[in-house]
């Protein structure tokens, strides 16, 4: 209650104090983590940080690659284990310091660091040296073909910034550390950090020395992002001109919002996919009533679950058509996606035969762990999927909480079975792969929370970040999504759908990612 009367307030004292046409007022479900830019791998976190921090590639609203802060890159024409990259001159970051390639060095390093949640993208990078203030070399463990599709959410930060401020170690999220650029940001973006309260408000101010000043339309003056968990909070705060834009409208208000005179709701499919892990590794769990076994390591058990799960009744009644039904944890963007792959079927008898051949015929029960506040109706697809899995004799216990709280669970090895979202910005499979499948290690599989280990997959996707003969790679991707459809290694429920709600006078197209860059906004 304390927390929606703060947040009320916040809102009435925008409204009061008069928003301006170049003000943006933007809403949706859950905050940014932390403004560590390397600390966290997770979308909020990466759509605030990127109105403030830059990477050396971006990818626009459409999806497609871009120059940031590197002007051109292509692999060296003498080594091709070396990608050169040049650097935009003339940057500075916020504080006024030049944007130079010591910064891009240690950037990389830092994100290549033990607490960094981003250190699977780099794995394949030896070292990063300058050629000189504006041209840095990265060299690899072997030619990299997707190198630049790995760096589009890797910020760069000040190390002179990160020095001065006891910043150069990344924030340990997991552990519950809290440090100074945590709070606290110097970016090179095309806004500044005004003000900070998490869960509550967060200001930035536009960056009037900003390199793309001409380049980008550059309409927004202000950015005002309020986090309303609360579905009804939210509608209600775009209707009523509390807010101008929300990423994640409903799909029980889509209709109300837009027919609402003066408002848009703009739709298109996103590049994530809704899935359930389970820990099928550990030789017994904790979160379920089975002594001295456990259920998840069989796949005849994993196979009845996926099988006792209506993808059709999920998407017609709890999305209300607002998904596409899902066979594999890869969205259609991504190379390695088939449609033959992306087929589930629901077949109660089939699902119950599987058990009783398990040796569970009379089912077990399990705690499902589930978030609230980070994708379209996350609690209530965890509600229904309770209720279908009970028609197998699986009776789940639902716990439902924030992000914040949730996902140290899945990362610290501490459920059994949880619901999580995997969008993939590199468009490419070894991305799922050395996140999710890989055996979980200090290099990979930092969200591989199912305790899978399988030494020659491990390999195979290993190979992946050196092989330049692409269909050679792309022979390897689809064996190792076989070995991952046979497994059974997660519960895939659906491809989301991305529905952003805005005031006609905010001009912007829904991006795959749903990470919204305010530099690409008009404001009528």
């Known amino acids: 209650m304390t927390r929606k009367l703060v947040l009320a307030a916040a809102l009435l004292a925008t409204t009061a104090a008069g928003a301006s046409a170049e003000t943006l007022r933007w809403a949706r479900a859950g905050d940014s983590l932390t403004l560590d830019p390397h600390a966290q791998n997770e979308g909020p976190t990466h759509t605030l940080a990127h109105q403030i921090y830059e990477p050396l590639i971006i990818r626009d609203m459409t999806g497609a690659p871009q120059a940031a802060l590197a002007t051109d890159w292509a692999p060296s024409e003498d080594d091709p284990n070396i990608w050169v990259f040049n650097l935009r001159q003339g940057v500075k970051y916020h504080d006024g310091a030049d944007f130079t390639a010591e910064d891009v060095i240690f950037s ?80 090179t973006g095309a806004f500044k950090l005004v003000s900070r309260e998490p869960d509550v408000k967060t200001v930035l101010t ?10 980008f339309p550059m309409d927004v003056t202000e950015i005002i992002y309020t986090p309303i968990q609360n579905a009804a909070t939210r509608v209600a705060a775009l209707l009523s001109g509390e807010v101008d834009f929300i990423q994640d409208v409903p799909v029980q208000d889509l209709g109300r919002v837009g027919e609402t005179d003066g408002l848009v709701v703009k739709t298109a499919p996103q590049n994530r996919v809704i899935f359930f892990g389970m820990n099928m590794g550990a030789e017994d769990i904790a979160n379920d009533d089975v002594e001295g076994a456990n259920p998840l390591s069989d796949v005849r058990v994993r196979r009845a679950m996926s099988m006792a799960i209506n993808r059709d009744a999920i998407r017609q009644v709890v999305m209300r058509g607002q998904s596409q039904p899902a066979g594999m944890i890869a969205p259609p963007f991504v190379n390695g996606w088939s449609e033959e792959m992306d087929q589930a079927s629901t ?137 991952v459809q046979d497994e059974q290694l997660y519960l895939p429920i659906h491809h989301q759908v991305l529905n952003w709600g805005m005031t006609d006078a905010v001009g912007i197209e829904v991006s795959p990612e749903d990470d919204p860059k305010m530099k690409f906004f008009t404001m009528n």
């Open 347 to 483: 077949d109660i008898e089939a699902a119950k035969a599987l058990m009783e051949e398990a040796g569970y015929a009379d089912g077990f029960s399990i705690q499902l762990d589930c978030p609230n506040d980070r994708y379209v109706n996350d609690e209530a697809i965890c509600q229904a999927a309770v209720g279908m899995l009970a028609q197998i004799g699986v009776t789940v216990n639902l716990d439902a909480k924030p992000k914040a709280q949730h996902f140290p669970l899945i990362t610290n090895g501490e459920t059994d079975f949880y619901m999580l979202g995997w969008g993939v910005p590199t468009y490419d499979s070894e991305y799922i792969f050395n996140f999710l499948v890989h055996t979980r290690g200090e290099e990979r599989g930092s969200w591989n929370g199912t305790g899978y280990s399988n030494p020659d997959l491990d390999a195979k996707i290993v190979s992946l970040a050196s092989e330049t003969d692409l269909d050679k790679r792309n022979a390897t991707i689809a064996e190792i999504w076989e070995v």
């Open 108 to 187: 990389i390093n830092r994100a290549k660091s033990e607490n960094s949640n981003m250190k699977e993208l780099l794995n394949s990078i030896v070292e990063v040296r300058a050629v000189d203030d504006h041209t840095v070399e990265f060299v690899t463990d072997g030619p990299n073909p997707i190198l630049p599709a790995n760096l589009t959410n890797l910020f760069m930060m000040d190390k002179g910034w990160a020095e001065a401020n006891d910043a150069v170690e990344v924030q340990d999220v997991e552990g519950g550390e809290t440090t100074f650029a945590a709070t606290n940001a110097n970016g």
């Open 206 to 215: 536009q960056n009037e020395n900003y390199w793309g000043m001409n380049d």
